[in-house]
């Protein structure tokens, strides 16, 4: 019998039978389970059974192949402790110099669509990660192979040192376990943690992303830059057409999507650096898209539109001429596809899963975690002597929900359909509101006002009345409340306290 030792059962068969002819040439003896003993045998490779060599079948369909004493006594086998020794010899465990395992594919599995928890759990590895890990925590006797990419390290390594691998080699190999068993662990956590609705801060917050694409640079030229998805999440969307995606068109194309998507009826989004600079809802996405874009013509020139609707031929059709950098919808119509492919700079992207879990951004030297904001009409209230109409009341609705994506201090001006102007981040609301009546394109007269956050003084308020506006909706909360609300009655205004604001820095 040999005096060197391997265990190879992988999932990802690439390049295995290579490496098993490799090891036989060299007077491995090869312990092997299921397809990998078999796709090995009939590749010629002498193999023996994991089953044969402990004398214990596998049980419970299979879950249960290595955990025995012979795999993980050879295993964690320290050659230079005597009573590691001692105990080997006395129950008969042989060394195991090489572990050569991949892990069943938990990620793929729960990135498609429709995959049930059931399916996802039978993917959850349980003998892998722990040989992994225990050849790992013995290194410096036992090689852990985790991945096909380290095969031909291996060989030049084994070839270059006459069959002795290096330290450092082998605490290379030990420290790609370790990253590779903590990230699936954390896929698991993540992905069970998603079917559970959980979007908790509490406690530690390990991040587990995998690079989805590198970037041109970041913000600016000087800057480098990546996208990073959570690993075993599926891509949150598909780039169809156009120019690789910048840094900042991702940042905008998501603030796009977060808008369009907040609405139940066809809606479309105009946004510039982060900001809606128009944004209308429809009968159809044709109609959103015409009147989103002309809420502030002048601003969407070289912006970012982002639509809830299928964008099919006429809503191509309603963008015209207009010189935009990428468009996000859930689907694009054939038709649709082949008008606006003549555009060649212009990137099309498909939306899938575009929801944030926790929103995080890094601050301080650290990260700040929060779950995403929601809009809630549970504490919505009129606080004026006069009511709001029913038209006003979908005003105000529309408008809030524009509002919340604004940056602070925000000031949203419009009708129930589409809104005429907006301020954003300003250091003070009174500067909100007056860049909002001045960028307004069409007539305020007869329109609604939305503030993210409450308005500390009355003066803002009177600069919307002064523009004709007839409804007010605002968060309340100020000690000054009343003050406002005396203002509003005084203007004839109806006004609505919804008690939560939407501050976005």
Known sequence: MSDKRAILSVFDKRGIVELGRFLA?????????????????????????????TGADEILGGRVKTLHPKI??????????????????????GAIDLVVVNLYPFEETVAREGVTLAQAIEQIDVGGPSMLRAAAKN?????????PDLYEPFMREMESTGGKPSDAFRLRCAVEVFERTSAYDRSIATWLG????????????????????????????????????EAGRPEPFRQLHGKELSYNNLIDLDAAWAVASSFQEPASTVIKHTNPCGTAVGVDAAEAIRNAIAADPVSAFGGIIGINRELDLPAAEAIGSLFLEVIVAPSFSAEALEKLRAKKNLRLVEAGDMDSRLVLRTAAGGVLAQSPDRISREDWRVVTRRQPTEEELRALAFNWI??????????????????????????????SAKIAVMKATAETAGCVGASDAFFPFRDGLDILADAGLTAIIQPGGSVRDEEVIAAADERGLAMMFTGERHFRH
């Open 25 to 53: 040439d060299r007077g491995f003896e090869i312990l092997s389970t299921g397809g990998t003993a078999r796709e090995l045998s009939a590749a010629g490779v002498s193999v023996s059974s994991i089953t044969a060599y």
């Open 402 to 431: 524009v509002c919340a994506h604004v940056k602070s201090n925000a000031i949203v001006i419009g009708t129930a359909h589409r809104t005429v102007g907006i301020g954003a981040g300003q250091m003070s609301r009174v500067d």
């Open 194 to 229: 998603s079917q559970a609705g959980s979007t908790s801060v509490e406690g530690s917050l390990t991040l587990n992303l995998a690079k989805s694409q590198d970037l041109r640079y970041g913000e600016n030229p000087q800057q480098t830059a990546g996208f990073y998805v």
């Open 139 to 147: 290194h410096r006797h036992v090689l852990p192979l985790c991945s």
């Open 72 to 93: 993980f006594g050879g295993i964690l086998y320290d050659r230079d402790q005597w009573e590691h020794q001692r105990d080997v010899d006395l129950l008969s465990i």
